[in-house]
């Protein structure tokens, strides 16, 4: 958030609805917050102009993308120097098959998460691009046995 945001509990109600359907129209999310339309229409205007509301996107299936598989990386690297693990980190975002990345507080140096099409792309994407980086001291790869919950 670029400047700090009074929220007030419509403001809270707005941002409740617009997590689980941002494709409500205005006149829906108005008629559900309890508003008329044109404050409502301010409100989500003023949410998104301060940084709150950061963005919209689509919900899209992995299978049907092609990359039913996801697998949760642990990296722990040798680079100790800003320049090693910027070059580590450039690298790796740059990676189409990484669709989560971050960098941690003590272990492991480095969380990614991996989707790809199956097993075999896993091992081509691991042993060819990840495991060959010279900063990765270590790997430790975890494959989910059932989402419970997600937030897109």
């Known amino acids: 958030m670029s400047n700090e945001v009074s929220l007030d ?10 997590r689980r359907d941002g494709r ?30 950061a963005g919209y996107r689509a919900v899209v299936d992995p299978e049907a993308m092609g990359r039913g598989l996801e697998v949760l990386v642990d990296v722990e690297i040798y680079a100790q ?10 690298t790796v975002a740059s990676y189409e098959e990484v669709v989560e990345f971050r960098r941690m507080y003590g272990r492991p140096d480095y969380f990614i998460r991996v989707a790809v099409a199956d097993h075999a792309a896993y091992e081509a994407f691991l042993t060819g691009k990840l495991s060959c980086l010279p900063a990765v001291r270590s790997l430790e790869s975890h494959l989910t046995m059932k989402e419970i919950k997600t937030n897109p």
């Open 9 to 18: 509990n419509v403001d809270r109600e707005i941002l409740f609805h617009l």
């Open 24 to 53: 409500l129209t205005n006149v829906e999310l108005a008629k559900r917050v309890g508003l008329t339309p044109p404050p409502c229409l301010r409100r989500v205007k003023r949410l998104e102009e301060s940084g709150v509301i």
């Open 81 to 90: 120097d800003r320049k090693s693990f910027e070059e580590f980190e450039d």
